[in-house]
């Protein structure tokens, strides 16, 4: 009887023993996440103001390509 109830107590211990190894793992993968998440959302943030640029320099080369035309247009007039 003594003899189960030892291995029953060995079965536990290593039992309790997996347990803290998988609570460490999880621990540095929940680590590792809440980083790869930082960088994530600073990339998306840097996209989104490269994106916000190249519309604004779109925005920019029509507006010049517009102010071009009208000065042709009155080069034409004079001539």
């Given amino acids: 009887m003594n003899e189960i109830l030892q291995q029953i107590l060995n079965e ?3 039992l ?3 347990q803290v190894r998988i609570e460490k793992k ?3 993968v929940h ?3 809440a980083k790869i998440t930082e960088e994530i959302t600073g990339t998306n ?3 989104d103001k490269i994106s916000d640029d190249v519309d604004f320099l779109k925005h920019k080369e029509h507006q010049t390509e517009e102010d071009l035309f009208k000065l042709k247009k009155n080069l034409h007039i004079i001539k």
Avoid: A, N, Q, W
Wanted: a positive charge; charged letters at 40%; aromatic letters at 0%.
């Fill in 16 to 18: 309790k023993e997996g």
């Fill in 26 to 28: 999880l621990g540095s």
């Fill in 12 to 14: 536990l211990k290593d």
């Fill in 31 to 33: 680590k590792h996440t």
């Fill in 45 to 47: 943030m840097k996209i």
